[in-house]
């Protein structure tokens, strides 16, 4: 059945180490964002990709990194310059069409914690 | 700038009265709401959504009223289950900017038995 995958549920990582967030999508949607989200806050956009090779950055992006190869695919990249890391990772995807908004889905998330 | 504003972090309520979020929003450009609820350590889902042109939409036991002017929007659940326990948030967009959705902060609603 159709949704988004996202890969690990949980992931470690040591202070200085990048870390690659998986997020997959079998909805043929046009469109892939990253959201984190803190305690208390809201969901701070990342980076977002409309079409295949192209993405922009959210409001947080710096320290993240992002490619759009594949329709399928936008995986996340959190480098060791993003100052504080722990949180917890959301993917969504969402259709395009001229002239209407779509509803975005949202995958079950990745909590990453930096040790 | 927090575009999109849930001022009550929390709301408790009891089984079977009626629970009402709300949500301000600050960018008049704004044209279409959304709500989503969120339960820990899953991502969120998509509950009901209204456009600029409506100020009602109604989907079963929720129903979210826009007021234009005011900026405001609130989203009421009559009954209120303790299924419905969970955080809450609202969203908004431009229909120009292609999906791009600003998130308000949540309010966690807490229905006790």
């Known amino acids: 059945d159709g949704g988004i995958t996202q890969s690990p549920k949980y992931l470690f990582r040591k202070e200085g180490q990048n870390v690659t967030l998986s997020c997959e999508q079998n909805l043929n949607h046009d469109a892939m964002y990253w959201y984190r989200q803190d305690p208390g806050q809201g969901l701070r956009l990342i980076y977002y990709?409309?079409?295949?090779?192209?993405?922009q950055k959210g409001d947080i992006a710096e320290g993240y990194s992002v490619s759009r190869e594949k329709k399928e695919s936008f995986p996340l990249t959190v480098t060791s310059a993003q100052k504080n890391p722990t949180a917890f990772y959301l993917c969504?995807?969402?259709?395009?069409?001229?002239?209407?908004?779509?509803?975005?889905?949202f995958g079950p998330g990745t909590r990453l914690t930096v040790l | 700038d927090q575009q999109v504003k849930q001022n009550s972090p929390s709301l408790s309520v009891q089984e079977g009265r009626i629970s009402i979020l709300n949500c301000d929003y600050t960018?008049?450009?704004?044209?279409?709401f959304l709500w989503y609820k969120k339960y820990p350590a899953e991502g969120p889902t998509f509950l009901i959504s209204i456009s600029s042109i409506k100020d009602k939409n109604e989907d079963g036991r929720f129903t979210v009223f826009l007021n234009k002017s005011a900026k405001h929007l609130s989203l009421h659940i009559v009954p209120s289950q303790p299924g419905d326990s969970a955080v809450y948030f609202c969203a908004a967009t431009v229909g120009s900017t292609l999906g791009r959705l600003y998130f308000g902060r949540g309010t966690q609603l807490t229905v006790w038995p």
């Open positions: 990709s409309q079409i295949v090779n192209d993405f």
């Open positions: 969504a995807s969402s259709t395009i069409l001229a002239g209407d908004t779509d509803t975005q889905y």
């Open positions: 960018n008049s450009m704004f044209d279409y």
